[in-house]
């Protein structure tokens, strides 16, 4: 049974930093393109990150480009979202999620349909 499972999140000033770990189980995503998506209370769950199976391609929402960096480590099945400079409307529930097979570009990176496993999310609180 495929599983992800973040962690990670909590609480932290505006301006400071969280690191967000994904750790997958059930088979091997080195294959596949991952996300990162979050939702905010009262909104709809909104793409923040992908990156490639490779990593050597990545794509980020306007709002946290230059604050956010997605990356992965295969060696251990797990996909991270370094968050820098947290603003409180960063606040949300943030989800990581595997892509079904297929291309990933700037054109699809923030499309849910096109991702097929979803983790449970971890909250992620950015208040002094």
């Known amino acids: 049974q495929v599983q992800l499972v973040e962690s990670g999140g909590g609480l932290v000033r505006p301006g400071g930093s969280l690191r967000l770990s994904c750790a997958a189980s059930?088979?091997?995503?080195?294959?596949?393109?991952m996300g990162w998506f979050r939702q905010a209370p009262g909104k709809e769950r909104a793409f923040v990150a992908a990156?490639?199976?490779?990593?050597?391609?990545?794509y980020y929402a306007d709002s946290v480009k230059g604050r956010f960096t997605i990356s992965r480590d295969d060696t251990k099945n797990t996909l991270y979202l370094q968050l820098s400079s947290l603003r409180p409307e960063d606040t949300a529930v943030y989800y990581c999620?595997?892509?079904?097979?297929?291309?990933?570009?700037?054109?699809?990176?923030?499309?849910?349909?096109?991702?097929?496993?979803w983790g449970q999310g971890t909250q992620v609180t950015v208040s002094s």
């Open positions: 999620a595997t892509r079904r097979p297929g291309p990933l570009g700037l054109y699809n990176a923030g499309r849910n349909r096109e991702y097929e496993y």
């Open positions: 990156i490639s199976w490779s990593g050597d391609y990545t």
């Open positions: 059930g088979r091997t995503f080195s294959d596949r393109h």
